[in-house]
Every structure is written in structure tokens, then in C-alpha cells.
Nanobody, 125 residues
Framework: VQLQASGGGLVQAGGSLRLSCVSSGLTSDNDGMGWFRQTPGKERELVAAIRRHSSTTYYADSVKGRFTISKDNAKSAVHLLMNGLNAEDTAVYYC???????????????????WGQGTQVTVSS
């Protein structure tokens, strides 16, 4: 069971980045993948998530209209396109996987059994 994330880096404010995550050895009828982020001294927060079979998406209010999560089921991958980045988006971003997502718990880190290694996103102002 592995989640391999890529695409982080340094970008200027207003710029864009695309994060990708490929999963291996994971599949279920109600599974979902997504991204959390964390900054020092703060709890991990959901950025976006997507149900892989229904394509239902969830976004943090702070990223709605700027970030777009998408999936490629053939490659067991999810992507996060981040536009209009600002300094508040600077964080370590973690790819996550859940075998089954309950809508009421989609924002809870405990709902996701598997976590990737984290990729740093830094936005310079």
C-alpha cells in the first residue's frame, strides 16, 4: 500500500502548481482520495477530496474557486491544480486515501487510513 505524491515546490504569489498522487494496491467501492495540508503549530486540514467512483468533490472554503481536484481512475491517481496561490497556502501537503468516506467525516484526518510522505508547497509574496 503506497501513496506517491509529487509536484510541490516554490512559486510566487498568484502562481499555480499541480500536485499528483498515485496509489497502489488500494481499491474499494466507496473509496476516496484527497489532500490535507499542515503548517507548523497547526492541525492538519482538509484541502480537497474526491470520491473515486462518483466523482463527488469536497473543498475547504479557503480554496474554493482556486483549487480543483480531479482523478484518473485508470492510473489510480488524483491531481490537485492550485491556482491563485497565496502565502497562506504555504504548507506540507499530504495525499490521503480512505477505503470508505462518510460525508460527515470527510474533513477528519482520522477518516483516512493511508497517508503519503508529504510534499512542500511554498508561496513567496
Amino acid at each position: 500500500v503506497q501513496l506517491q505524491a509529487s509536484g510541490g515546490g516554490l512559486v510566487q504569489a498568484g502562481g499555480s502548481l499541480r500536485l499528483s498522487c498515485v496509489s497502489s494496491g488500494l481499491t474499494s467501492d466507496n473509496d476516496g482520495m484527497g489532500w490535507f495540508r499542515q503548517t507548523p503549530g497547526k492541525e492538519r486540514e482538509l484541502v480537497a477530496a474526491i470520491r473515486r467512483h462518483s466523482s463527488t468533490t469536497y473543498y475547504a472554503d479557503s480554496v474554493k474557486g482556486r483549487f480543483t481536484i480531479s482523478k484518473d481512475n485508470a492510473k489510480s491517481a488524483v491531481h490537485l491544480l492550485m491556482n491563485g496561490l497565496n502565502a497562506e497556502d504555504t504548507a506540507v501537503y499530504y495525499c490521503v486515501y480512505a477505503r470508505g468516506i462518510i460525508t460527515s467525516a470527510v474533513g477528519s484526518p482520522n477518516a483516512y487510513e493511508y497517508w503519503g510522505q508529504g510534499t512542500q508547497v511554498t508561496v513567496s509574496s
